[in-house]
């Protein structure tokens, strides 16, 4: 079995042109490919014997919208808590990521006992819009129908793409950062019409656990990556 750097190394090198760059954090392997060729790289990595990608163990989306800023950031853990009082999140001048969107594809080769991740980054301009990968993986099927209903990316040539979790008049995508979490409409009973009426949430929405960031100092960053030092 080559290493994850083996691994890497022979990936850029051959796909170089189809990819937007590849890395390693805590021994594993993220390659951003761009979304044209999405489906040529899967192929290779499933049919070629020197990757044997066969078993498609996940698809998810992703939304940066919100990656990077946090209520508390902090280098020490707590027993009792963090504090619910907190200010407005930190103001970001450049997004964190290019993009907001991506999905993302775990690979697993049980020939070689290696792990893969490909990233798609879905432009922001563009349609949000993947190719479907369930006639090179069929096990792809309701995950990227979730991926659809939770985040509202939609997988081109997917043979039965509709909502998987939610009702089928559901309005949003719940795991979207800016999804309201308590909801979009409320109801209430009006005593003039006498009847149950729906109106805009008049609830300002507030936070009840706040999202905290620590620095974990027992990584640390080395040339090849970032490796655990209690090793």
């Known amino acids: 079995m080559a290493s994850v750097t083996d691994l890497a190394t022979l990936i850029n090198a051959q796909f170089s042109h189809w990819i937007e760059g590849s890395k390693i954090e805590f021994e594993e392997l993220t390659i951003d490919v761009f979304p044209s060729h999405l ?11 020197e990757f044997d990608f066969k078993m498609l163990v996940d698809v998810c989306g992703i939304d940066y919208l919100e990656y990077g800023l946090d209520d508390w950031q902090t280098k020490s853990t707590t027993l009792t808590g963090f504090s619910r009082g907190v200010t407005e999140k930190w103001l970001r001048v450049e997004p964190a990521k290019p993009t907001r969107f991506a ?3 775990h690979l697993l080769s049980l020939t070689h006992n290696h792990r893969i991740r490909l990233r798609v980054n879905i432009p922001d301009d ?3 819009m993947v190719d479907s990968v369930v006639d090179i993986w069929p096990s792809a099927n309701w995950f990227e129908r979730e991926s659809f ?12 793409l509709r909502r998987i979790l939610t009702d089928y008049g559901f309005v949003g995508h719940p795991f979207r950062k800016d999804f309201p979490l308590i909801g979009k409409v409320e109801a209430r009973f009006d005593a003039a019409l ?8 008049s609830i300002e929405p507030r936070i009840l656990e706040p999202k ?8 640390i960053v080395g040339e090849e990556g970032i490796h655990d030092e209690r090793k």
């Open 39 to 49: 489906i040529d790289l899967c192929l290779i990595l499933r049919d070629q014997a």
């Open 103 to 105: 999905s993302i594809y």
């Open 126 to 128: 563009a349609d949000l």
């Open 149 to 160: 209903d939770l985040f509202g990316i939609a997988y081109k040539g997917h043979p039965d």
């Open 194 to 201: 006498n009847r149950v009426v729906y109106e805009p949430v």
């Open 212 to 219: 905290v960031i620590r620095h974990d100092h027992r990584y």
